[in-house]
């Protein structure tokens, strides 16, 4: 059996970036629930800024969890997310190269080896 990691460390940083997020954007949040939540987002960047900080972690920690799954089975990794996580990566770097986007590449290539691509 292979070592696990690649879903362990997808779930690392998704843990990270909800935890920053709620630190980071504690005042907004807290914004945000004084005003009800509901219909809070529209017309406030700051708030939509926090709120897809936070949920962007939420699906790393998801897909992760999946991807561990698949790798506690022994099973070959599916080929296109790690094509996927490459092409978040890429397109994350491009558009701002001092960035946690980085982080994803690891996993990208790992992913990608496991499916038998490179």
């Given at each position: 059996m292979?070592k696990r990691?690649?879903g ?18 504690r ?9 009800g939540?509901w219909n809070?987002?529209?017309?406030h960047p700051?708030r939509e ?5 936070v949920v962007?972690g ?6 992760g ?7 506690t089975?022994?099973v070959?990794?599916p080929?296109w997310?790690g094509?996927?996580l490459?092409a978040?990566?890429g397109i994350?770097?491009?558009?701002e190269?001092?960035t946690?986007?980085?982080a994803?590449?690891p996993?990208?290539?790992g992913t990608?080896r496991?499916?038998?691509?490179v």
């Amino acid at each position: 059996m292979r070592k696990r990691w690649i879903g362990r460390w997808l779930m690392a940083i998704g843990v990270l970036h909800i935890a920053l997020g709620l630190f980071t954007y504690r005042r907004t949040f807290a914004g945000m629930l004084s005003s009800g939540v509901w219909n809070t987002l529209a017309g406030h960047p700051d708030r939509e800024l926090s709120f897809w900080f936070v949920v962007s972690g939420w699906g790393l920690l998801f897909g992760g969890g999946l991807l561990d799954r698949l790798e506690t089975a022994d099973v070959p990794l599916p080929q296109w997310a790690g094509w996927a996580l490459l092409a978040v990566a890429g397109i994350g770097i491009l558009a701002e190269p001092m960035t946690g986007f980085w982080a994803l590449v690891p996993p990208a290539i790992g992913t990608l080896r496991r499916a038998g691509t490179v």
